[in-house]
């Protein structure tokens, strides 16, 4: 009997209509497009504007999109995971309220932070479930409302991030297709560097904490791109390694947006042709959580059966990593 692996059969994804461009940037904070496009590839990047709606809203969209072409009961599915840093609120789970909404009253869910890093943690939790034999069925969700933590008087950040949605449908294989291999890592040090200072435990909300700004993301850029340069690309030619692949063997780098030279050195890493590396960057921006799910959505009619796919991630505390997949399905 051949092993059970633990295989993508199905993606969706969602993107807010309002688009947030370069040039309007220019009207915002002192920045223009050409400095933006050619330190990070981004042109443009997706914002939701409507009053009321959170990073749930993103989330039951993208699995409404996923369920609509797989033709899929919502009541099979056995679990939800949503991956995000932005959710709807506090201690209630945003996966509880999005597994509600979807009818998927059968599955138990739940939230999983780990920054940009966030939806290749989640990958590897579906698959270990779909691998143990306890579920059939994982809806994992990448989502961020990145918006509503950001500074838009600071451009450090505000050029950088997007909001958006990703999912995709974990089901056993027994065709050896699917999850192969990881190499994912943890490092406290960056959490000084990217980071929200004020809203948790250590500095809870207070009027002194808004007025002072402490509750959007800051970032130290030089910082964090050194670290994300190396360790992506260090793990991505680790996982090759690891299973004796060669640049002919992978079809595929499926790697986080959040900067095009970040993508490109991990690329030139694996020595990669940029015909084999999926970007969306410069429409979505860095959308967290929802990178990887939405750049399987983007290119999920290039994608064939048995195509090789490594995907690496780099996010703040530090997270990072990189996974092996073979891809089930032809569209």
Sequence with gaps: ??????AITAVGGYVPDFVLSNQVLETMVETNDEWITTRTGIKERRILKEE???TSYLAIKAAEDLIAKKGLNPE???????????????VAATAAFVASQLGAVNAFSY???????????GMSTAASYIESGRYKKVLLIGADKMSSIIDYTDRTTCIIFGDGAGAVLFEPNEEGLGFQDEYLRTDGIGREFLKIDAGGSIMPASEETVKNRKHFVYQDGKTVFKFAVSNMADVAERVMNQNDLTKDDVQWLVPHQANKRIIDATANRMGLDESKVMMNIQRYGNTTSATLPLLLNDYEKQLKKGDNLVFAAFGGGFTWGAMYLKWAYNS
């Design 76 to 90: 099979e599915i056995d679990m939800v995971i949503v991956a995000t840093t932005t959710p709807d609120m506090p």
């Design 111 to 121: 939230d999983l932070q780990a920054a940009c890093s966030g939806f290749l943690f």
């Design 52 to 54: 009321g709606k959170g």
């Design 1 to 6: 009997m051949s092993k059970k692996t633990a």
